[in-house]
């Protein structure tokens, strides 16, 4: 069974902070993502990473960082956090033989 | 860009089939997925289909792609209070590994 692990399930940050959300993945898939999920707009794409070290930047990368220093590991950065990211922030990875995402529990980040 | 539309909420009464449909703009999609989430959980896999395939059944779930009328639909037969949830559409372009989502379809099962 593939397992995508995210750090925590609710986070609760002030204005200014910065925020690290990790993902783990134990199935040495080359791809990860980062989505954040908001009502009414569904799932959209921050960054991705096709490998180690590497990253794309998504739909939506303004005021997001990323950080891939080992295959397993996808790291979200907010280096200044602003009430505008309060959301729900779901990783997921892909096997670079497949098409199938398979996403972890998310994180429910709250700003204030 | 590439957009994917969903409406935002079915309700169906027990027993009954739901039928979850979706539309989308690129031409050039090879996947086609739909996801499940309950409440407060990340998204499960339900299934996807390939471009070039019309249909796809998966026990209760049947998948039908209209490529002409770039349309996906989701039947789930015999609906249960269990499959109350958020049912994604999602599609993959040609040209790269990001999927595009819809908005959603919230599915109320009234027993």
């Known amino acids: 069974d593939v397992k995508v692990t995210q750090s925590s399930r609710y986070l609760v940050k002030r204005t200014g902070e910065k925020v690290f959300l990790e993902c783990v993945q134990d199935?040495?898939?080359?791809?990860m993502f980062w989505y954040r999920q908001d009502p009414g707009l569904g799932l959209r794409l921050i960054y991705f990473?096709?490998?180690?070290?590497?990253?794309e930047k998504g739909d939506i990368p303004e005021g997001y960082s990323v950080s891939r220093e080992k295959k397993e590991r996808f790291s979200l950065i907010l280096e200044s956090a602003s009430t505008n990211q309060t959301s729900m922030y779901l990783c997921?990875?892909?096997?670079?033989?497949?098409?199938?995402?398979?996403f972890g529990p998310g994180t429910r980040l709250t700003v204030t | 860009g590439e957009d994917v539309e969903q409406s935002l909420f079915l309700s169906v009464r027990e027993g009954d089939s739901s039928v979850i449909n979706c539309t989308y703009t690129?031409?050039?999609?090879?996947?086609l997925y739909w996801y499940k989430q309950e409440p407060g959980a990340g998204l499960q896999l339900l299934t996807y289909?390939?471009?070039?395939?019309d249909m796809k059944q998966d026990q209760r779930l049947t998948v039908l792609l209209n490529k002409k009328d770039k349309h996906l639909s989701l039947r789930i037969a015999d609906t249960q209070t269990g499959d109350s949830a958020i049912y994604f559409c999602?599609?993959?372009?040609?040209?790269?590994?990001?999927?595009?989502f819809g908005t959603g379809t919230l599915l109320a099962v009234q027993p």
């Open positions: 990473s096709y490998d180690v070290k590497m990253k």
């Open positions: 289909i390939f471009s070039n395939m």
């Open positions: 199935m040495d898939h080359e791809n």
């Open positions: 997921a990875s892909m096997p670079g033989t497949s098409y199938e995402q398979y």
């Open positions: 690129d031409s050039s999609s090879t996947y």
């Open positions: 999602a599609e993959m372009g040609g040209a790269t590994n990001k999927l595009i």
